[in-house]
């Protein structure tokens, strides 16, 4: 079974920071690409952030700046490491990775949970 676990939400004062961590398991080949996401109450899921197998990152002009996605490929893992938090930053924040099983060609996509971030102003 396949899984990503993500970790490291919480509650936080404006100005602060948060490293969230997503850790994907099972009988994994190969990741492609790794995401965050967050979906604040009342809005759409939105892409916060996008990092390669080779380290090629994208993000999310809302949080050019403040934020950092990074990657262990040995671990399979992805971080995304929050300073300078906003209330605006608020929201459910779920990892996704494109992944491809052992003994399969192609790559399909998964979600972990979320985790909660809150920022309190």
């Known amino acids: 079974q396949v899984q990503l676990v993500e970790s490291g939400g919480g509650l936080v004062q404006a100005g602060g920071s948060l490293r969230l961590s997503c850790a994907a398991s099972?009988?994994?080949?190969?990741?492609?690409?790794m995401r965050w996401y967050r979906q604040a109450p009342g809005k759409q899921r939105e892409l916060v952030a996008a990092?390669?197998?080779?380290?090629?990152?994208n993000y999310a002009d809302s949080v050019k700046g403040r934020f950092t996605i990074s990657r262990d490929n040995a671990k399979n893992t992805v971080y995304l490491q929050m300073n300078s938090l906003k209330p605006e930053d608020t929201a459910v924040y779920y990892c996704?990775?494109?992944?491809?099983?052992?003994?399969?060609?192609?790559?399909?996509?998964?979600w972990g949970q979320g985790t909660q971030v809150t920022v309190s102003s």
């Open positions: 099972g009988s994994i080949f190969s990741i492609n690409v």
């Open positions: 996704n990775a494109d992944l491809r099983l052992r003994g399969h060609s192609w790559y399909e996509g998964y």
């Open positions: 990092i390669t197998s080779g380290g090629s990152t």
